[in-house]
């Protein structure tokens, strides 16, 4: 087991001692992560809502109510609400013209200019702006009425405010009948990149870092590991926990650094460690598999790299699984990544427990055992020719 | 320390190793000198328990010694032909590594390769990753890492292949201190100058087979004192050859391109006669050269081709 663990710790030690390593393990991960939560995020909460207007009583009114329903409010002008909502990155642009807010001062009748994006979710946020407008029509009318019943302005202010927070008011979920809004209920604006991004580049370093085992086994490192008091055994033993080391330590450092950096939610951080364990041993795997049947490094790094971009953008990496059609997503699971990703988005989204997770860990489990196994038969054979 | 009985070895119809035996005792360094692909490194991997016999023996400090039989690698040393280091590592971290594979720890560890390092000149370039060691470096680093965890018998594989003269020089300096330091080394090369100065005995290996053995003398002797005369030059035919033939002292003419290698007794005697039939039978010397037996004779003589061929 020694012999096993230190063969591992060097595998881990030229992983991170290669230099191209710290742009495409530690950088690349989370540019990306940065770059798809920027512009397809969700502003996580209720959804997203920009609004165009100066600084009025009414803008001010309409944001707060917003806010305090969790939406999220940007101010932009007119022209870049209007590419906002155009390109997706707002759910509703509320237009608030000089006249309207005037006439909100003076208690006239408003009219205000909603343009509702296309994207899913919209009319759930477009429901809580007439929601929050129609707060406002209430409020003034109730203040109205009790001015006109001889109760100075402040006073009615305040008897409202006051009988508020003295009532419990009915409180209005908005429920998106859209399946795919359901489905990402909950994720905050990088969680779905950051889960993504993990799975991707956890296999795409792994079987890009195959070509260490071809290195090896090229250098005569195999042959004097093995003319040392070692057996095949734990050799074998030492390189695959020398792949999986590296495969976790890529997803424990993408966790880790989106988490601080982004905030991103992992929801029960042990099921997501181990869905991430377990997602390792399969790239462990096929690291293994790769960098035994193939002897030349530069074949096995454009495989790997191939192979990785190929099955992570079919498991769910690239596209979210949500949005494949249904022949797709099914095709899809023949990846560990689609399994490992329905694992994540139950823990992330749903606060999955374990059992909610079990058929997705069992296929994972499953996967890793055949490629471990086949990876450890080929390496054995791998092994014998390099002698 | 080492006995090899009858080893065997086949790569599907080819046979590698092709019933060698030999046998190296405490402190004795015992080389095996044979051309490339006569079956030395087959032979060696067998004997490290690299890989099995096909039928044969090998027994290290008294035990069986093959690919399953862990303990015993104890006793050994291993120095590949390849510079099996990983590049991107330091020497000490390289050290480290192999160090560990042999079970050494901590403070002993560290000491031992703070030694080795001495040993090798390294250790101001300890800290460097050995990518950027000149070959001569890697060499003696490849060499350190199979002394590091002192082994009783040294197996070093054609070790001074592609360093530069000066690297090689202190190579072999070092494998000299090694048997005088009572380590028993098993040293392949194809290079007879270091088989002469480095071992005790000599196994001639060609073709899988080993072909003599024994102390240089008594290698020498098996060429039967003849000694060999160069005759470079043009115009050397048929008819040449014949004549050279024909002369008392000369046993063999072998002929190659412009050159003659003629097999003589004596030859500071019969030179003389030798250049004179030569030049007679229109042959235009250009260079005359008298060799002495050496172990590259002895292996002309054996196996009627050269060492390096």
Same mark, same amino acid.
């Given at each position: 087991?020694?012999?096993?663990?230190?063969?591992?710790?060097?595998?881990?030690?030229?992983?991170?001692?290669?230099?191209?390593?710290?742009?495409? *393990?530690?950088?690349?991960?989370?540019?990306?992560?940065?770059?798809?939560?920027?512009?397809?995020?969700?502003?996580?909460?209720?959804?997203? *809502?920009?609004?165009?207007?100066?600084?009025?009583?009414?803008?001010?009114?309409?944001?707060?109510?917003?806010?305090?329903?969790?939406?999220?409010?940007?101010?932009?002008?007119?022209?870049?609400?209007?590419?906002?909502?155009?390109?997706?990155?707002?759910?509703?642009?509320?237009?608030?013209?000089?006249?309207?807010?005037?006439?909100?001062?003076?208690?006239?009748?408003?009219?205000?200019?909603?343009?509702?994006?296309?994207?899913?979710?919209?009319?759930?946020?477009?429901?809580? *702006?007439?929601?929050?407008?129609?707060?406002?029509?209430?409020?003034?009318?109730?203040?109205?009425?009790?001015?006109?019943?001889?109760?100075?302005?402040?006073?009615?202010?305040?008897?409202?405010?006051?009988?508020?927070?003295?009532?419990?008011?009915?409180?209005?979920?908005?429920?998106?009948?859209?399946?795919?809004?359901?489905?990402?209920?909950?994720?905050?604006?990088?969680?779905?990149?950051?889960?993504?991004?993990?799975?991707?580049?956890?296999?795409?370093?792994?079987?890009?870092?195959?070509?260490?085992?071809?290195?090896?086994?090229?250098?005569?490192?195999?042959?004097?590991?093995?003319?040392?008091?070692?057996?095949?055994?734990?050799?074998?033993?030492?390189?695959?926990?020398?792949?999986?080391?590296?495969?976790?330590?890529?997803?424990?450092?993408?966790?880790?650094?989106?988490?601080?950096?982004?905030?991103?939610?992992?929801?029960?951080?042990?099921?997501?460690?181990?869905?991430?364990?377990?997602?390792?041993?399969?790239?462990?795997?096929?690291?293994?598999?790769?960098?035994?049947?193939?002897?030349?490094?530069?074949?096995?790094?454009?495989?790997?790299?191939?192979?990785?971009?190929?099955?992570?953008?079919?498991?769910?990496?690239?596209?979210?699984?949500?949005?494949?059609?249904?022949?797709?997503?099914?095709?899809?699971?023949?990846?560990?990544?689609?399994?490992?990703?329905?694992?994540?988005?139950?823990?992330?989204?749903?606060?999955?427990?374990?059992?909610?997770?079990?058929?997705?860990?069992?296929?994972?489990?499953?996967?890793?055992? *055949?490629?471990?196994?086949?990876?450890?038969?080929?390496?054995?054979?791998?092994?014998?020719?390099?002698? | 320390?080492?006995?090899?009985?009858?080893?065997?070895?086949?790569? !599907?119809?080819?046979?590698?190793?092709?019933?060698?035996?030999?046998?190296?005792?405490? !402190?004795?360094?015992?080389?095996?000198?044979?051309?490339?692909?006569?079956?030395?490194?087959?032979?060696?991997?067998?004997?490290?328990?690299?890989?099995?016999?096909?039928?044969?023996?090998?027994?290290?400090?008294?035990?069986?010694? !093959?690919? !399953?039989?862990?303990?015993? =690698?104890?006793?050994?040393?291993?120095?590949?032909?390849?510079?099996?280091?990983?590049?991107?590592?330091?020497?000490?971290?390289?050290?480290?590594?192999?160090?560990?594979?042999?079970?050494?720890?901590?403070?002993?560890?560290?000491?031992?390769?703070?030694?080795?390092?001495?040993?090798?000149?390294?250790?101001?370039?300890? =800290?460097?990753?050995?990518?950027?060691?000149?070959?001569?470096?890697?060499?003696?680093?490849?060499?350190?890492?199979?002394?590091?965890?002192?082994?009783?018998?040294?197996?070093?594989?054609?070790?001074?292949?592609?360093?530069?003269?000066?690297?090689?020089?202190?190579?072999?300096?070092?494998?000299?201190?090694?048997?005088?330091?009572?380590?028993?080394?098993?040293?392949?090369?194809?290079?007879?100058?270091?088989?002469?100065?480095?071992?005790?005995?000599?196994?001639?290996?060609?073709?899988?087979?080993?072909?003599?053995?024994?102390?240089?003398?008594?290698?020498?002797?098996?060429?039967?004192?003849?000694?060999?005369?160069?005759?470079?030059?043009?115009?050397?035919?048929?008819?040449?050859?014949?004549?050279?033939?024909?002369?008392?002292?000369?046993?063999?003419?072998?002929?190659?391109?412009?050159?003659?290698?003629?097999?003589?007794?004596?030859?500071?005697?019969?030179?003389?006669?030798?250049?004179?039939?030569?030049?007679?039978?229109?042959?235009?010397?250009?260079?005359?050269?008298?060799?002495?037996?050496?172990?590259?004779?002895?292996?002309?003589?054996?196996?009627?081709?050269?060492?390096?061929?």
């Amino acid at each position: 087991m020694r012999a096993a663990r230190a063969i591992a710790a060097v595998e881990l030690r030229r992983f991170l001692r290669d230099r191209s390593n710290i742009f495409f *393990v530690f950088l690349f991960p989370l540019l990306l992560v940065l770059v798809i939560g920027t512009q397809f995020g969700g502003g996580g909460g209720n959804g997203r *809502v920009a609004i165009s207007g100066t600084d009025s009583a009414l803008n001010n009114a309409i944001t707060a109510s917003l806010e305090d329903d969790d939406v999220t409010v940007t101010r932009a002008g007119a022209e870049a609400v209007r590419q906002q909502v155009a390109r997706g990155r707002t759910d509703v642009g509320l237009f608030i013209s000089p006249a309207a807010a005037t006439a909100y001062d003076a208690g006239d009748p408003v009219d205000l200019e909603v343009v509702p994006g296309t994207q899913q979710g919209t009319q759930a946020t477009l429901q809580r *702006v007439r929601t929050a407008v129609a707060g406002l029509s209430v409020e003034r009318g109730q203040v109205a009425a009790l001015v006109g019943a001889g109760i100075g302005d402040t006073q009615a202010r305040a008897a409202l405010a006051d009988a508020a927070a003295a009532s419990t008011p009915p409180e209005l979920t908005v429920v998106d009948v859209d399946s795919i809004t359901q489905e990402f209920a909950g994720l905050g604006q990088f969680d779905l990149g950051a889960a993504a991004e993990l799975l991707l580049f956890v296999f795409l370093t792994s079987l890009a870092g195959a070509t260490t085992l071809i290195q090896t086994r090229r250098l005569g490192v195999m042959s004097r590991t093995l003319g040392s008091p070692v057996s095949t055994g734990q050799a074998l033993a030492g390189h695959a926990f020398g792949r999986f080391t590296i495969a976790l330590f890529q997803g424990a450092y993408i966790m880790l650094a989106t988490a601080i950096l982004f905030r991103v939610s992992w929801g029960n951080i042990w099921l997501s460690l181990l869905v991430l364990a377990t997602f390792s041993a399969v790239a462990a795997g096929a690291a293994m598999l790769i960098g035994s049947l193939l002897d030349n490094d530069g074949a096995a790094s454009g495989i790997g790299i191939g192979l990785g971009l190929v099955l992570g953008a079919l498991g769910g990496c690239m596209l979210p699984l949500e949005l494949f059609p249904d022949t797709l997503r099914t095709i899809a699971h023949v990846t560990p990544h689609a399994w490992a990703y329905d694992a994540f988005a139950q823990i992330q989204r749903h606060d999955g427990t374990l059992v909610d997770i079990l058929p997705a860990l069992g296929v994972l489990v499953a996967m890793a055992a *055949v490629l471990l196994a086949l990876g450890t038969w080929s390496l054995r054979r791998s092994m014998s020719r390099a002698l | 320390m080492l006995v090899a009985r009858d080893l065997v070895r086949r790569y !599907g119809d080819l046979t590698a190793v092709d019933g060698v035996s030999f046998h190296i005792d405490p !402190g004795e360094t015992f080389g095996l000198l044979g051309p490339n692909g006569a079956g030395k490194t087959t032979t060696i991997s067998m004997a490290a328990g690299l890989i099995p016999a096909d039928s044969g023996s090998v027994t290290v400090a008294g035990e069986p010694m !093959g690919p !399953g039989e862990v303990h015993v =690698k104890r006793h050994i040393g291993l120095v590949p032909q390849d510079l099996a280091i990983y590049p991107e590592l330091t020497a000490r971290e390289n050290l480290m590594f192999f160090g560990r594979l042999q079970g050494l720890r901590g403070q002993p560890l560290s000491r031992r390769i703070d030694e080795v390092l001495e040993i090798i000149a390294l250790t101001d370039r300890a =800290k460097d990753p050995t990518k950027e060691y000149s070959g001569g470096m890697k060499r003696r680093l490849n060499i350190a890492i199979g002394l590091l965890h002192e082994p009783t018998l040294l197996i070093l594989d054609e070790p001074t292949v592609g360093v530069d003269p000066q690297s090689r020089n202190a190579i072999l300096e070092s494998v000299e201190a090694l048997s005088v330091g009572g380590m028993a080394v098993l040293y392949t090369t194809h290079y007879m100058e270091e088989a002469e100065r480095l071992c005790d005995r000599i196994a001639i290996i060609d073709s899988g087979r080993i072909q003599a053995e024994g102390t240089r003398s008594e290698l020498i002797t098996l060429t039967g004192g003849v000694d060999h005369i160069r005759l470079a030059g043009a115009g050397q035919s048929a008819a040449t050859q014949a004549a050279l033939r024909a002369l008392p002292a000369v046993e063999q003419v072998a002929a190659d391109g412009h050159t003659l290698t003629l097999t003589v007794r004596d030859a500071p005697t019969a030179v003389a006669g030798i250049v004179t039939t030569a030049t007679g039978a229109g042959m235009t010397l250009s260079e005359v050269e008298i060799t002495r037996p050496d172990l590259e004779s002895v292996f002309l003589h054996l196996t009627g081709k050269a060492l390096r061929d």
